[in-house]
């Protein structure tokens, strides 16, 4: 009877320390790519700063910062007026959201808030408008629930376990919204972090189009297989050590990399800390095994380098 009461603390007690990690985990901050000089390193270099509260910024503008995000796109682009971000296209929207489900971006699929994610029958529409054949993903008799690194929950911070799940109907019906695409499928998901913006069914913003976008989202990609991991394992040592995070702020993590003319990391420094060693090393970890990235545009590097800012938040 002992013995179960101690182990029934102890998993509270897990609870209580990965509860403020987990109550919302946000991949990227902000993203700077600007022309420097820097003598050629092949070591990663890390430095560590005192901890304050930043302003993320992503390029200079005479009116004032624009982050760069993700949105799903109109069909008709149109210049926005006192748009505060950049993507890929110029767009207006009637009123601007943010998806409430955080995880990598994706846009809504058409379907039902109440359909199915396994039911996996879609429609391709070809370039005149006519509907190529239907394609049909058979779900397997049972599916092992895997580690989503971009949608971490308390479960996934713990010791870990996995469970079946029965497969749907092929005639289920699909999980997505009435006015979602009908090429994408289930809800819409974003992990941009967007302050005092109201949360909806889908990511609608304002937006500039960003010249180098294309190399910008590259290099979030390859962030995103890596970041969940990095954080979950720097999660599990502070448990071990008997610590916890406060959560009564964001904690924000502004890393400087540099990276040479073939995308290789020739140094890492931390801009600005989070107040906690163990979020800065998972920010650090992931940008050194994400790489190397894309070839920097040309017009961006200077004398063989170039220089990139980056943001991970742990939001409160």
Request: hydrophobic share 25%.
């Given at each position: 009877m002992i013995e179960n009461k101690t182990n029934k603390d102890k998993d509270n007690f897990k609870k209580l320390l990965f509860l403020p990690i987990v109550v919302s985990i946000l991949f990227h901050g902000a993203f700077?790519?600007?022309?420097?000089?820097?003598?050629?390193?092949p070591l990663v270099k890390?430095?560590?700063?005192?901890?304050?509260?930043?302003?993320?910024?992503?390029?200079?503008?005479?009116?004032?910062p624009m982050q760069i995000v993700n949105s799903e796109l109109k069909k008709v682009k149109e210049d926005p007026k006192d748009a505060k971000y950049l993507s890929k296209q110029n767009q207006k929207v009637d009123r601007e959201t943010k998806a409430a489900t955080t995880g990598s971006f994706k846009s809504a699929g058409k379907g039902i808030r109440t359909g199915s994610k396994e039911a996996s029958q879609s429609v391709v529409q070809s370039s005149k408008g006519k509907?190529?054949?239907?394609?049909?993903?058979?779900?397997?008799?049972?599916?092992?629930?895997?580690?989503?690194?971009?949608?971490?929950?308390?479960?996934?911070?713990?010791?870990?376990?996995?469970?079946t799940k029965k497969p749907a109907s092929k005639s289920a019906p699909k999980l997505g919204l009435k006015n979602g695409q009908i090429k994408a499928f289930g809800l819409a998901q974003n992990n941009d972090f967007i302050e005092d913006l109201p949360l909806g069914d889908m990511t609608k913003l304002n937006t500039i189009e960003y010249k180098y976008y294309g190399f910008y989202f590259r290099i979030r990609q390859k962030l995103e297989q890596h970041w969940g991991d990095s954080l979950r394992k720097q999660a599990k040592k502070m448990w071990k050590k008997g610590r916890s995070i406060a959560s009564d702020e964001n904690k924000i993590t502004s890393l400087t990399i540099t990276i040479d003319k073939s995308g290789n990391i020739t140094e890492v420094k931390v801009k600005s800390t989070s107040g906690i060693n163990e979020l800065d090393d998972a920010a650090i970890e992931s940008f050194n095994k994400a790489g190397p990235f894309p070839n920097p545009p040309s017009d961006l590097v200077k004398n063989g380098y170039a220089k990139i800012e980056w943001g991970f938040v742990v939001k409160s």
């Open positions: 700077l790519i600007s022309r420097i000089d820097l003598k050629k390193s890390v430095s560590e700063s005192t901890p304050k509260k930043i302003k993320l910024k992503l390029r200079k503008s005479k009116t004032k509907s190529n054949e239907t394609k049909k993903v058979a779900a397997k008799k049972t599916k092992t629930k895997k580690f989503d690194p971009k949608n971490i929950k308390l479960t996934d911070l713990g010791l870990g376990s996995t469970f």
